[in-house]
């Protein structure tokens, strides 16, 4: 019996990709059709090709941002450069070389030649192309300009990519500095700790060692003793306080702390201006109408408080009003902001000024996550200093006694 891979409708519309044996294609047809399937592709495969399954990743899709964001440039290129639809993704599949996002390409163009339209194809893996993506898809499909939409989706990744990736780039050092004192604090602790106890107890007979000292000892005494309970209890501690910013009061209390702390609000909101305005002016731009570009954009944002502004100022757009008043009446995005899309509502040219303030606070980010990284790098290196500088007092304290009591005797 040889192996048949298809493509179609089911009895309920739903589209279907598997395979079905049979003597023939006529035959692979022929039950197909008395299961109530529309077959709209059928072709004989190898027995390895009908094993071949992409394993789907155990967390997550698999399938990075630079995934995608590779893919809609290299579309938006192929279809700029005379290329149908289909052809493009063909092309795209072949040359991909994440397995797993490599088939759900094969299936966006196997739903496109199939009838159906690309966006429905994007939407059917909603953890790889977001709301965003598959609106601005639809919208540029609608208009016939789905290469302009998709280049300026590419370019929209591509500064989102770079703006996260300086983000993330700044946060080494401190992260490494953190690990290195977590590091010395338990190998002192656990190692060198034990050690002087050990000393000060036969060299001060039963004497009382400062308070400082027992206390050091005390946790020493703990960690050594108990390594399986303290690493237990801090996972616990991590896992506790992940969940308790994960419930609807934490949320709101993180979102809330992270606007007013010093620098750190200042490249929060900058961050957040940057990709509303981003995010704002290319749905425009593509031919999204105002009140649906509000809505998405407003899910691509973070922030509980800028989220339930953002509803008021859709609301408000939606009774009627210009988008300009009430985005300054919410008192949280800076006036420039909102002066500057004032005066691109007067002129008609929202989306393009939307793109200028997007591309000035880009620039704005880029210092804001060099002046957080100036004040993090001393006040990780003041901590580390006053952590095993405490260790070093402990242990040195008791030394002096004991250098008092052998000159005294």
Known sequence: MAKFRYIGKDKDGKEVNDVVEAQSEAKARLALTSKGVKVARIAEISE?????KPKKAMFGTGVSNE??????????????AGLPLLRSLEVIGRQERNPYFKSVVEQIADNVRTGNKFSDGLAQHPKIFDHLYVNMARAGEAGGVLDVVLDRVATFQEKALKIKGKIKGAMVYPIV???VAVVIVSILMVFVVPKFQQIFEDMLKGARMPAITELVIGISTFMKENIIATL??????VVLVKLFFKTKFGKRLWDTSVLKLP????????SIVARFTRTFGTLLASGVPILEALKITNGTINNVLINEALDKVHDRVRDGENLAVPLSQQNLFPSMVTSMVEVGEETGQLSEMLTRIADNYDEEVDNAVG???SIIEPIMILLMAVVVGSIVIALFLPLIQIIQSLTSA
Not at 48 to 52: G, L, P, Q, Y
Not at 232 to 237: E, N, T
Not at 263 to 270: A, E, G, N, T
């Open 263 to 270: 620098k750190i609000s200042d490249l929060v909101m900058k």
């Open 48 to 52: 390895a090709e009908a094993a071949k």
């Open 67 to 80: 995934n995608v964001t590779i893919f809609s440039r290299q579309l938006a290129t192929l279809l700029k």
């Open 232 to 237: 237990l209890i801090v996972a616990a501690f």
């Open 177 to 179: 500095i953190m690990f």
């Open 371 to 373: 002046a957080v990284t």
